[in-house]
T-cell receptor, first 115, second 107 residues
Framework: DVKVTQSSRYLVKRTGEKVFLECVQDMDHENMFWYRQDPGLGLRLIYFSYDVKMKEKGDIPEGYSVSREKKERFSLILESASTNQTSMYLC??????????????FGEGSWLTVV | GQNIDQPTEMTATEGAIVQINCTYQTSGFNGLFWYQQHAGEAPTFLSYNVLDGLEEKGRFSSFLSRSKGYSYLLLKELQMKDSASYLCAVNTDKLIFGTGTRLQVFP
């Protein structure tokens, strides 16, 4: 079965802390994505990656960075967490966009609260 | 700019048919996804349309018109468990989501 695993389901962090959200996929997908989902705003793309050591900014990259050292792992980093980063974070992976029958698979989500 | 529009909320009755519309304006287009998301859960894949026309999968069908920048998801024989948010997403060089349509099904 296809699997995208996010390391933490629920986290509570203090303002200013460095936060790592880890995501691993077992499907050998090239693409990996980090989204955040907030009420009324839908899913917004933070960063994505087409390949190892490759990263592209999404729509809301400010305050975040990412790391993709291995194909299966894509990490989201909050260098200094702030309260406006309280959100639900979703990791996803997919084949290349032009692949036929492409779909995107989501992890279970990580609920981050910054206090 | 990139823009995807869906109604915010819809209500329907058990056993009825409901159509959720999605219009999009994006730079680039490889296909259009529909996802279902229950509260507190991750989105799950429903359909992916690449070519114009209607694709049917059991109670759910999805339609695409690329020239009009328009898609809809049709849900037939509604059940209570269909109460969820339905997300339209356009596949460009990245996946861009609409804000989702929250559907409530009443008995």
């Amino acid at each position: 079965d296809v699997k995208v695993t996010q390391s933490s389901r629920y986290l509570v962090k203090r303002t200013g802390e460095k936060v790592f959200l880890e995501c691993v996929q077992d499907m050998d997908h090239e693409n990996m994505f980090w989204y955040r989902q907030d009420p009324g705003l839908g899913l917004r793309l933070i960063y994505f990656s087409y390949d190892v050591k490759m990263k592209e900014k999404g729509d809301i990259p400010e305050g975040y960075s990412v790391s993709r050292e291995k194909k299966e792992r894509f990490s989201l980093i909050l260098e200094s967490a702030s309260t406006n980063q309280t959100s639900m974070y979703l990791c996803a992976s997919s084949l290349l966009p032009e692949s036929s029958g492409n779909t995107i698979y989501f992890g279970e989500g990580s609920w981050l609260t910054v206090v | 700019g990139q823009n995807i529009d869906q109604p915010t909320e819809m209500t329907a009755t058990e056993g009825a048919i409901v159509q959720i519309n999605c219009t999009y304006q994006t730079s680039g287009f490889n296909g259009l996804f529909w996802y279902q998301q229950h509260a507190g859960e991750a989105p799950t894949f429903l359909s992916y349309n690449v070519l114009d026309g209607l694709e049917e999968k059991g109670r759910f069908s999805s339609f695409l018109s690329r020239s009009k920048g328009y898609s809809y998801l049709l849900l037939k024989e509604l059940q209570m468990k269909d109460s969820a948010s339905y997300l339209c997403a356009v596949n460009t060089d990245k996946l861009i989501f609409g804000t989702g349509t929250r559907l409530q099904v009443f008995p």
